[in-house]
Structure formats: structure tokens, C-alpha cells
């Protein structure tokens, strides 16, 4: 066969040809690189993020039909493309041409923060519009499921997506019948409303109209060729891969025939991460495209078939079809399928991949598999030899050779018989995440009886993710066989299959018992069911299910989302031009929803430009023996491998007192440290020769991976801190009660969306280097690349435009990463660019630190905590980084809320082969509070009082002192407190809640509330200086610069509002390039919540200087314009240009003493969080959450709301799904959205209120405001404690007593793992020690 001339298809209603088409190329890549429309972005590569989201639409001329679907463009090959038409988000709007209705919303709501998810969102909802132009709240969320956002906390996103809603504001719920707004729910006020508030941050009636009629039309001459064009075989042929896309069936069994082990590639979504990631490669892809007859579906009177083609999307519409029209009784397996497609990975996936790919891919974690694997379901084959039919059963999903499909076979469909009368099906998983993530375990089960008797005829029962692929309980079902269905047959049920659906101790994937306790906890939920289902067959003759079982039957509650917020309005007096005090949208955030901001990654191309990849090290703790580069030099493309010899004399660099060594080359103490670094001509080329570096290792003795074991070794970082007040000896003396107990808290990623990114460029000038570089912190970039390159700082130029998300995460790590990038390009005299892969991020770049708390607590009856001692000991990884700065600060903001009145606390920052951690949103005050609050929470048990009491008598009164000494007015803490206790009607809702959980045993809620006292400042006044630049020009226009960056926080957007207060000049009048080395030099770094504060001091300080100097000509001319007097004051020769300065927050704190003043105010705030548990599952639901804080004056209330609900998000995943996992050997299990969950827009409260305390006093920060940035991260733990609430409901009913330890996150395996059962006990348990375990806490 011959090659096909060109690939042609559509981007953008644009025309492109592919001459030399590279099979292996992705449509992300070839958007990105090859076309430069960089709006499309990288997140992960693996399809999980959504980043990459465009709309592909096809034509089929059969149907005459114009299909659109979301996919993930990572995924997706290009030459799979061929007479498709792409659309980008360049291709629906742009600032240029006309915005579109999705990209005007998602910004004037305030949907973006850093931007980087954005485009994704936007065309997630676009191609959602363009199928349903008025879509309902589901579809939404549907629509959605696909797409993670690290900073917004998705729920501004949900409110611009719902202005389009046909009964937009709307909750839509039908609960009752009636709508949240008629019910008044949001309503619940026990508490004076203050006046002057504001609840809408932004207006609807300024909104563009959807108009449909205004889209991109399908390209015309794409229809002709496939109406015209005659279609046969298309074959390209790349430099390795062959890419054959037969068009008939005919031409599909003969090049299946001819390439037998060639893979069938339809939705790319097994083929493609394989091919990646395990590193399998195949030479020949078969991609059958459009060919009918794999895309079809029959419903005959006994029978549904489906094409093997067929996406799941379109698997998902039929079966809706179908149940719709079939009699109940015969669709019960297409319900449990559709139940399972609903969750199944999110939409994109759906669209893309296929069932064919699905069944014959055979994951472990299959969720359609078990169910037609149960369901007496057959394959129908085909080859050129003929057709056959083979049972989708055991043999084949365990790829029998005898069961299986032939090399030269295609699976063309797949017949799924209806339900029978007295036969029933169900399916069940569990999975870390709601939506969107592979099942832990999943199940099939089908059960049929015997006409109106209850014996069981046939039962069928297989799992998923229990083994390497799905497996069936034959002989467990075959043992059942004759038996009534009840509760003897349910016990023997459970044990059969335990004895037969077997897990080692050491099994992949871990969780070993959880995935035990849900193979029959599913079992009894299916059991309950079918209990169910036979009382509804036969009323008369079967037993009804007992009260105390019904709950296990129910989805978990929950309302449509709703949301309330509630600001302080401006003052009246207030300069109408004025913008403090406005909820102004992030100025960047038409460009972010429209793909034209510019993040790292996106610049172009510079002449010669070379790429970097990274050799890591794969194991903790060894000594490298040997590192072979000979083949990897030999590779194409391959300039250079950077080794340790190269940067002899500049391998370290000191953060603070501790050198970091850049490369390692002797000894490695972690997995993921740097070993070489190899430059090649492209990404492509670096990536193959980085693997192609051959590293032997000697291992070294010993392992450290756990904080205990680090204990045990007495293997910390010096010093060790301690702070104390009063005499806790003493106190201990006069208490009623002491307890003692301990908390393990694990660590979290930082998961910012847009990966660590830089480009550096020697100018060839003057030895001069441009950083461009997605990093807080420029200066200290700066140092290291002059550091390593032997230069001064002033060549070295550090650019930062804007992050794409950081948290924390780019400020060491990022430093040296640059500066190895910036010595291959120096050496080189070319341009260096290096964009780790999320994988890679994940391994090298370390996040929060891991802590185990002990506490001993004294305490009198009543809930008064009279003496506290406690340490911590934090799991700072193989190097020291920001590790003792964080157990300091842990120290001075330990207390959270609470006056103890003895206290002692000690902290350690241990020294582990793990990765170096370092500094995550809340800097170490997420750890200990939580520490703290698990502390008062026992005491509450001890006590029997409810938590909310001990910590409402603990709590900071009015005027008081900090244990370091520092005077403290906590007013406001008791306000917050207050109003969130009354907005959350939280006494009503608690006894609401009892009354549930007496009548639910299966399922549980929880409430509770947690205060918030977040102190902010950096504990040294060098740390908060900042400066900034303001030149006004001659036409009047502003050009501000300051040394913040802009991180999503919407600095710039503030900085811009400063400016336009201070110089009484509109904003739009002002603009801000970003910040730079150059312009403003020795900044700090962007963090610690006072970036606004700090340098909006300075950008206020630079415009009153020049507002001084220019007073004399505005005087003289008060009506001018700045047009006016800039030209007057460049005409008297007076400087239009002005530095400001802020010289820092005054605070010290001496170590020694245990006494000083190191911060400069404090944040206040509650939060009261109410969730639903399944006991069964140990799934939970996040129903509602109140939250109420003190910002003192908001500068931007859309911006600080964004804030603290964005970082409540984060904390919610901190506290309850977010688990990194860990070999026993220290290799990150987890690297990517596909294992590791951050919080997704099915896990936001369906209820969320915010409001503000109004302002009550002006202080020294900018206008009176308050930093937010971290504070709100804390209050996720209010779901911890909903959850431990819940979880100890449950035991309490089941009479369990004593103190309950619940370690962070909160996962559904501690949640079901806790609430103590019948089934919990029933599984089989391994000793410790008895094996070794898949994957360690650190
Ligand atoms: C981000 C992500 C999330 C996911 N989440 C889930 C989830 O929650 N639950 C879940 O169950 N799955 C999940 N999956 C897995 C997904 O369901 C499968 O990858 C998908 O169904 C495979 O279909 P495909 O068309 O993309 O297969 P492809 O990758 O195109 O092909 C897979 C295999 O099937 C073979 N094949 C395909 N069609 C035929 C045919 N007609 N005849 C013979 N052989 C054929 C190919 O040769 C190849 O070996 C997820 C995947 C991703 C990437
Ligand atoms: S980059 Fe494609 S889904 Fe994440
Ligand atoms: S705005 Fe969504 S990831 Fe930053």
C-alpha cells in the first residue's frame, strides 16, 4: 500500500495540510508547536487534568450529521485527525475579533485565578453549548467532571456556566418540588445581618448573548470529501511508527491480517499512556476510521448490540435510549452500565474512548467489564478468516489463549442480553475521588431466581481492581447455587468470596484491607437490593427490608449547588473612579479565557533553541557507582549531557546556611534528585536520550523514609525549636483528666496547573542572560544562575510574566532547575528551554511537609485545657530547603485560636530519604492546627462535651497574649466565631443531624465548626520590604511595576487599583508588563500571604512621591488632563518617574527567649462544614459549608473571596483525598492526575456561604486590608472534623467506644476502615511484618 499523500484537516476553520506527518505526534504538541496556538494546555499528558481541552467535530455523511465532542488533545493522535475539524479556544474568540459568550462570563464571574486551566474549562463548556445551547445544571457539571482547577475552588466557574441555564440562579432543585430560592435556605439567620453588604460580584446584564448562529461553521470542503472523496486505506509513515487508518471493513481485516500484533488504536486513551509511560512502542498502528459497522446499535426483543466503535459517550445516549423504551424488567444491566458510564473517568475520556478499546484493553480497573462480564455477554469477532463469537467471561478478561481474540481478530460488537423477569443486576465501586478516578474496587453482580420462589438459579459476582485484571467469584456463585436468598446465604456469600477473591498483604495499589472490606460490603449492599427487589416482584411472599438497612440503599443526600456571598459594600463618600473596594475582575482574566495570556512555556521559539531533560535518581539512598552517557550521546539531536564535572566548583548553592548541591553524581538521598541533565536539539530527543542514561547504584544503608524511623535514628535537621508558656510541669499537677495521643498528617503537591517552566537565553552581548521563568521568586533565581555562571547579578535578568499556579512549589526548587538550565545554555551560547512533564514535577519538586503530632493534654472537667505539651516532628525530606522555617512557623501559629495557659511545644524537622519538602499554602499552620484541633477534639470525647464547647471555652478572649508574648485583640475571632455558629444555624442543624443519624444506619452526617486565627507576617522585617516603580508618560498613560508576581492572586489587578486611587486616574489608564529583575531589583519572594500588602505599600508610596512633586501643576490646572501635566511637568524638567519603597512589617522573634513580636496582624474566620458518610463504602459527600471571616477592608472582594474559597478547596483535598503514596523503597507512586486526587468540581460543598465581618477598624496595612492568600487553606479542615463527627456517629451506634484516631486525609479507606463492622471483621488480616507493603506513610 502506497502512503498517503498528506494529512488535511481543520484547525480553526483553517485549512492544514501535513505533508511529513510523525505518527507518534499528539494534536497538544503539534497545537502548541507547530501552529503556535499555545491557548491549548499542558496539565499532564495523561488525559486526567483537562488543560488540553479543544472540540473536535466530525461529519458522517450516513447521517449527515455534524458531531461535536470535547477531547483531550494530549491524547490524541494527529493522524487520527484526518476530515476532522479542531476547534481551539483561539478559534471561538479572542480579544482581537469578538470574545465569546463562555470566555466573557468565566472572566467577569471571576472564573480564573492563574489562568492555566482556563482554556480547558472554556471549551469544556463550549462544546457543551454547542450541543445543548441552554443546558441544565447537570449537564454542567457533567460537562465539567473532566477538568481540574487548582485555584478557584470551581465554584465562581459553576456560577458563569450557570448564566446559561434556561432557569439561570437557580439551584434548579427538585427537591420537594421547590427551588432553593423559595425554600429559604439560604436564609437561616439567627444573626443581625450588618447593613451596606453586597452579595453579587458581578452583573449579568452586561453579558453577550449566545448567539449560535455566530459559531465557526463546519468546513464545507470537509463535508465534499466525505460525501466525494472516495475513501480508502490512509498510511503515514513516520521515522518509527507506521500509522495504517483503513476505512472499510474489508480493508481492516486484511491489515489486521497483515500486521496481526499491530494494536487496534481507537480513542488512544490505554494505547497512548502505555506507549508513554511503560514504555511499550509499536512499530504498525492500526486506526480504523469511520467504518460503520463498528458503530452501530440494535436493540432486538432478547438483545443489545453495540459496535465496538462506539464511544462510551455514545454508549452513554443509548442506553439512556433504551431503558427509556424497553420495559423495566429488561434493562436492569443497562442501568447499572449507564450508573457506572455517569462516573466513569470525565467527559473527554468518555468522547474519546471506545468500548471495544474499553472491554478489550482489560484494566484491573475496568468498571464496564465486570458487569458484562456477569452479564452472559458475547463478543462478536471477525477476521478474514470469518467470524466467531466468544463468552465475555473469566477466561477471556484473564486472556486465556482459548477465550481470547486472535492476533489477526477485530472485535465489531458486543451483545449484551436484556434482564429477565426474576433476574437482577447491579453494579458498585468505590474510588478516592467522587468522579473522574479509577475505581479502588469495583463490581458486577446478577442474580436470577427461580419464578417466584427466591432460590437462586444463577448468581455471577466479579471485581475489579482486586487483581491484575477483573475477577469473577465462580466458585463462590456455583457454591450458592439453590440457596434462599437471606441472611445465612449472605454470610456464606461473604466468606466463599473472601476465601476466594484473594489479596496479599503486599498486593499493587495497597489499601489492602479496605479493598477487602468493600468485596463484601458491596456484597451486602447488593444482597440489600436484591432483598428489595424480590418484596417489590412478590410482596406477599418476601421479607421486607429492615429499617435499619434501608439507608444503605441511598445515594449519598445533596442538594444542587448553591452559593451566597457577602461583602462590604464601598462607602458612599467614596470617589465614584475610585476601584478600592470594587470587585474588579482579574485583569488578566479575558486573556486567560481566551488562550492569549502568556505563561512560560508559551513564548516562542528563539532561534537555535535547545531543550532539556532531566536524569533523576531512582533510588533513596545509594551511592551512583557508574553513569554510562555513550549511548545517549550517540542519539540524534543530543548536544551535550551536563554531569557534576561540568559544574565543578558551582554544584552547591546555600539557601540560608545549608548548601543545596545542584547535581548529584556520588551519592543520591532520594528518588527524583538530579543526576544529569542531557540538551538535545528537541523535547523529543532529550526526553529518549535522558532514558538511554545508564546510572548503576551501590545502595547505602540506612533507609529512612517515615518520620518514625527518622525518630528512631534520631536523624533531624539542627536545631531543634522549642516554645513555652507558663509552667506546664506545674499545671499538669492541678488537671482532672490527662490524655495523651498522637496525629499523622501526610503532605500534599502543590498540583499548580501550568508545570515548572523556563527559557533562558544568552544575549551574546556581554556575557548578559535573560531567565524567563514560571517562579515566586526572581531574585533569588537571579543569584543562582550568576552564582553558577560566575557572573554578577547585573547580567543575569529574571522575567516573570505570570505562573500558572505555584502555592509555594516555585521557589527553590525552580532555582535550581534554572540554574542548571541557564549553565547549558551559557555553555552553548544558545537558548535553553526545559518544561518538566507533571510526572517528573511530581518526583523532583518535593511539597508539604508530612508531620506526626503527640500531644499531652491537662484538663480540667468542664473542657479547660490548663496544660499542653507537644511535639512536632515534621518529614523534611533528604535536603533542608525551607524545612525549619516551616516547623517555626508551625510553632508560632500552633495555637490557632486557643489560649493555653501552660504550653509547651518542641519541633523537629526530620531528615529522611524522602523528597526535600517545602513550602505549601499555610506554611506549616495547616499541619499543626490540625494537630491542635484533633488535640481539643479528644478532649471533647474525654470530656463528654461537644467539640464546638471546649473550643468556644478555650478560645482567645478579647485582649490577651500570645505564647510568645505578643499582645493579641481576638474581638474579631469571637465575631467570626459567633456569626458562623449563627449562619450555619448550626444548633438547628446539629439536632437535624442526629435526628438523621438515628434514623440511618448505613449512612451518617456530620457538622462541625473550626475557628481561625492565621497570623500574618514573615517574622523579620527584611523579609516584607518590597519596592515598585511607577513612570508615568507624556500622554498621561501609567506604567507600574513592583516586585509581586503574579500568581493567580490577582496582585497585578490590586497593584493597578492602588495606582488608580492614588493618581485619581481610571485604570484602564494603567498598565503592568510583569516583573523583572531589571526593573525592580532584590525583591523577596511572592509568598506568605503579604504580597499585596507589601508591595501595594510601595506602589502607594512611588505614586504619592510623584503625586508631590506634580501637586504644584495640577494646581495650577485642575481641570487638565495627566495628558496636560505630564507634558507640564516634563516642560519644567521635573522627573516623571518614581521609586517606591516599603520597608517591611517591624517583627522579630527571639528564639532563645521564646518571646517576641513576630507578625504584624492577624486573619480571623470560621468555617462550619457539614457532610454525608457512606459507612459501607466510606464515601462522603460535601453538603454544605458556612464560612465567615474578618479581612478587615477588601481591596478587590471578588479577588479575596476567590482567596479563601479557592484555599478552602485546596484544604479540603489536603484533609480528605489528597494521599501521596510511597514504595517501601521511596519511589512516588503517584505522579499524576490519574493517581494523585486534588478536589474536582464534584467535591465542592452543593452549598457554599461566605461572608465578610464588616470592617471594624483601620490599621497600618494597605487601605486597612487584610492578606489572604493562605489563611482559608486551614478551614478545610471543618470536612476533617464533619467527617470524624460522622465517623463517630457511626461507631457510637454500633457501641463502639474510646477515643477515635483518624490521621490525615480523611480518605474513604479511614473512613470505612473506622466505622467498625460486622464485615471489618470479617475480612482477613495480615500481620505486620508479615509482608511488604505496596506503598509506606511518610
Ligand atoms: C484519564 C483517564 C481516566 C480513565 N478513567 C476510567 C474510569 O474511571 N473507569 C474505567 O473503567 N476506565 C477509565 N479509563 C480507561 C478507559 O476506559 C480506557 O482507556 C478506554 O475505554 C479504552 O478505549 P480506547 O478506545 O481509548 O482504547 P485504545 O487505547 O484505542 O485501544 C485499547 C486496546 O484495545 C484494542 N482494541 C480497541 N478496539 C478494538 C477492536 N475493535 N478490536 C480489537 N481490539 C481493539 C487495541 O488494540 C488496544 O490494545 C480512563 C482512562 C484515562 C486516560
Ligand atoms: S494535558 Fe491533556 S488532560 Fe492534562
Ligand atoms: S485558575 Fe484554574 S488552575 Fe489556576
Redesign the pocket.
Known sequence: MEPTAELLFYVNGRKVIEKNVDPETMLLPYLRKKLRLTGTKYGCG???CGACTVMISRYTPTTKRISHHAA?AC?IPICSLYGASVTTIEGIGSTKTRIHPVQERIAKCHGTQCGFCTPGMVMSIYTLLRNHPEPSLEQIMEALG?NLCRCTGYRPIIDACKTFCKTSGCCQSKENGVCCLDQGINELTEFEEGNKTSTKLFSEEEFLPLDPTQELIFPPELMIMAEKQPQRTRIFVGDRMTWISPTTLTELLEV?FNYPQ?????????????MKFKGVFHPVI???AGIEE?NFATCSHNELTLG??L??TQVKYILGEVIQNLPEEKTRMYQALLK?LR????SQ??N??????????R?L?????PLLAVGNCTLN?LSKKGKRQVPLNEEFLRRCPSAD?KPE????SVNIPHSRKWEFVSGF?Q?QRQQ????IV?SGMRVFFGEGDGIIRELCISY?GVGPTTVCAKNSCQKLIGRPWNEEMLDAACRLVLDEVTLPGSAPGGRVEFKRTLIISFLFKFYLEVLQFLKRMDPAHSPSLADKDASALEDLHSRHHSSTLKYQSVDSKQLPQDPIGHPIMHLSGIKHATGEAIYCDDMPTVDQELFLSFVTSSRAHAKIVSIDLSEALSLPGVVDIVTEEHLRGVNSFSIFTNPEELLRTEEVSCVGQLVCAVIAESEVQAKRAAERVKVVYEDLQPLILTIEEAIQHSSFFEPERKLEYGNVDEAFKGVDQILEGEIHMGGQEHFYMETQSMLVVPKGEDQEIDVYVSTQYPKYIQDIVASTLKLPANKVMCHVKRVGGAFGGKIFKTGILAAITAFAANKHGRAVRCVLERGEDMLITGGRHPYLGKYKAGFMNDGRIVALDMEHYSNGGASLDESLIVIEMGLLKMENAYKFPNLRCRAWACKTNGPSNTALRGFGFPQVGLITESCITEVAARCGLAPEKVRTINMYKEIDQTPYKQEINAKNLIQCWKECMAKSSYTLRKAAVEKFNSKNYWKKKGLAVVPLKFPIGLGSITLSQAAALVHIYLDGSVLVTHGGIELGQGVHTKMIQVVSRELRMPMSNIHLRGTSTETVPNTNSSGGSVVADVNGLAVKDACQTLLKRLEPIISKNPQGTWKDWAQAAFDESISLSATGYFRGYESDMNWETGEGHPFHYFVYGAACSEVEIDCLTGAHKNIRTDIVMDIGYSINPALDIGQIEGAFIQGVGLYTIEELQYSPQGVLHTRG??QYKIPAVCDIPTELHISFLPPSESSNTLYSSKGLGESGLFLGCSVFFAIHDAVNAARRERGLSGPLKLNSPLTPEKIRMACEDKFTKMIPRDKPGSYIPWNVPL
Open positions: 495523561t488525559g486526567g483531550n491524547l473532566g489486521k499491530a494494536p487496534v488504536v481507537m480513542g488512544n486513551t490505554s494505547v497512548g499512556p502505555e492500526i486506526s480504523p463498528l465496538a466503535g464511544s462510551l457506572h462516573t466513569l473517568a470525565g475520556i468518555r474519546m474512548a471506545s468500548l471495544g478499546g474499553h472491554i478489550v484493553s484494566h480497573d475496568s468498571d464496564l467489564n469477532l481474540l481478530e477485530i472485535l465489531i465501586r474510588a473522574n478516578a479509577l475505581a469495583n475489579g492526575p490519574n
